[in-house]
């Protein structure tokens, strides 16, 4: 019979990879949130391996006793969890070279909409204090105060609302009924 308990040393460093691949995907950089995803993958591979047990024979029947194969569904779902992590890494490792190409830094900047949502927030806890708490203001003049990427100078007008449409005759179809 093969032991299954895991290795005390192994859990703590699936613990300490996982941790510190968390904690470095919520920082503002890509180039932490690349280290962060490359962090949480090998923890979470090496968390598979752990979960499959000790090593055992071949999983072919016939070549190996029942009772002392491995189980080939951890190797396979971390060969499957490698080929996510590397996607990612490419994706991010994209997405940081552009960000460097364009603002000379790979920070992600907050959103209009995260700005309007930590406002709100800052307004509705009673003992936050903070200088922009009283300076609310609405997301179509938060919208006015961005810089306009589209290249039009001035926003389009509202269109007037259409009168609303008369229903169909059956004479108007062609005659069908």
């Known amino acids: 019979m093969i032991d299954m308990s895991p290795?005390?040393?192994l859990v703590l460093v699936v613990?300490?990879?996982?941790?510190?691949?968390?904690?470095?995907?919520l920082e503002r950089s890509l180039s932490r949130v690349l280290l962060g995803v490359i962090f949480l993958?090998?923890?979470i591979n090496l968390l598979f391996l752990v979960a499959g047990g000790a090593a055992g024979g071949a999983?072919?029947?016939?070549?190996?006793?029942?009772?002392?194969m491995s189980d080939p569904l951890p190797q396979a779902m971390?060969?499957?969890?490698?080929?996510?992590?590397?996607?990612?890494?490419?994706?991010?490792?994209a997405m940081a070279y552009r960000s460097w190409q364009l603002n000379q830094?790979?920070?992600?900047q907050d959103d209009l909409e995260d700005r309007r949502t930590a406002r709100r927030a800052a307004a509705d806890q009673a003992a936050f204090e903070d200088a922009d708490a009283d300076v609310l203001s609405t997301l179509a003049e938060d919208a006015a105060e961005v810089r306009d990427e589209t290249g039009d100078a001035e926003p389009a007008e509202p269109a007037?609302?259409?009168?609303?449409?008369?229903?169909a005759s059956p004479a108007d179809q062609g005659g069908r009924r």
């Not at 830094?105 to 992600?108: C, F, K, Q, R, S």
């Open 15 to 25: 613990v300490a990879l996982v941790a510190v691949g968390v904690y470095l995907l």
């Open 7 to 9: 290795s005390v040393t």
């Open 105 to 108: 830094h790979d920070e992600v």
């Open 59 to 68: 999983p072919i029947i016939g070549q190996t006793e029942e009772s002392e």
């Open 78 to 93: 971390v060969l499957t969890a490698i080929v996510i992590t590397l996607g990612m890494t490419a994706f991010l490792l």
């Open 41 to 43: 993958g090998n923890g």
């Open 160 to 167: 007037a609302p259409a009168a609303p449409a008369a229903p």
